[in-house]
């Protein structure tokens, strides 16, 4: 079994940055690819990174690709997504996901464990 917690959402500007941290329990957390997901209000959740557990590959939509990172420490149980250059549009509820066989899905049906979300928004 494994608990997601995300952190580190909140107000910020058009063109700032801001970090979202995702902190997972369980012991195999190092053996899970991780991914965050956003829903923004009417909108269905989308896919917005991934990253193997051994943080060698990595997956972007085209959206954020080029603005956000996504990376992971297995030391301390976190997955972070860095955004940076944040646009308006960037506004949700952003998720993260773990999932037991390792790959960069970017659907939803791909992952087994998910956070509750944390807020952001971004202002212009």
């Known amino acids: 079994q494994v608990l997601l917690v995300e952190s580190g959402g909140g107000l910020v500007q058009a063109g700032g940055s801001l970090r979202l941290s995702c902190a997972a329990t369980?012991?195999?957390?190092?053996?899970?690819?991780m991914a965050w997901f956003r829903q923004a209000p009417g909108k269905e959740r989308e896919f917005v990174a991934a990253?193997?557990?051994?943080?060698?590959?990595?997956s972007y939509a085209d959206s954020v690709k080029g603005r956000f990172t996504i990376s992971r420490d297995n030391a301390k149980n976190t997955v972070y997504l860095q955004m940076n250059s944040p646009k308006p549009e960037d506004t949700a509820v952003y998720c993260c996901?773990?999932?037991?066989?390792?790959?960069?899905?970017?659907?939803?049906?791909?992952?087994?464990?998910w956070g509750q979300g944390t807020q952001v928004t971004v202002s212009s």
């Open positions: 369980g012991r195999t957390f190092s053996r899970y690819a």
């Open positions: 996901a773990a999932a037991v066989n390792d790959i960069l899905h970017t659907g939803m049906g791909g992952y087994d464990y």
């Open positions: 990253i193997t557990w051994s943080g060698g590959s990595t």
